[in-house]
């Protein structure tokens, strides 16, 4: 791809209104969605790993549902819920909340199909690190909210923004979900890449233009998840060491 960019061009065709608008709007609403996921995503995980109930195998199926969903039929089933007609939109609509074709559906459909990335991460590390440090935290006094804040999320948090980081990646390349749910509005709704989509009819090299700095991003995100996996090896001496302080 880097041999078919017009690389003179590059600057003002990454730059154009268009482009600065999407690549803004993009940013954005991928850190927002990624927020959204760790608010979500750090319950359900610790629900997962450290609890047995009835339904949980359907509640872990639903979570990894967006995996294996083809993004346009979860952006239909988003908008058959949040839309003016939806389940929970016409209420949402008598209240004044539209959600549809805005910026919050962009939002909701990055949130849908990135917040498995950080589930599974978090999930797998909780089941790893065990419940040990927990334990003898419990047993020196410490309160459920205590051992959670100083040992627990300490232990897991290589982990955590491992998953974080991967799920702003997915959101930052989500396409068919947020078509379908949110449209495509210069400003509004047209993410990145939504806007590589419409360019590579009226301008291709624009759209190799912006291919190539998602590109960029994606190897950027693989970089920092590789880096962030080796301070694992530090987080259970750190987790004794909190668990040892009264």
Known sequence: MALRVDWPQFI????????T???LLS???S???TALCVLVGVPMALVLARTSFRGQRLLRSL???PLVLPPVVGGIALLYTFGRRGLLGGSLSALGVEIAFTTTAVVLSQAFVALPFLVLSLEGALRTVGTRYEA????????????LRRITLPLVLPALVSGAVLSFARALGEFGATLTFAGSLQGTTRTLPLEVYLQRETDPDAAVALSFILVLVAVAVVGVAHRV???????????SREAARP
């Not at 003002?12 to 482009?19: D, F, K």
């Not at 003898?136 to 051992?147: D, F, I, K, Q, Y």
Request: glycine share 10%; charged share 15%.
């Open 136 to 147: 003898v935290g419990a047993t020196l006094g410490a309160g459920r909210w205590t051992v």
């Open 63 to 65: 979570v990894l549902l």
């Open 12 to 19: 003002p065709l990454i730059t154009s209104e268009s482009a």
């Open 31 to 33: 850190l927002t969605a």
């Open 21 to 23: 608008a999407a690549l």
């Open 27 to 29: 940013l954005r609403t």
């Open 229 to 239: 996996r080796p301070l694992g090896d530090l987080a259970p001496r750190a987790a």
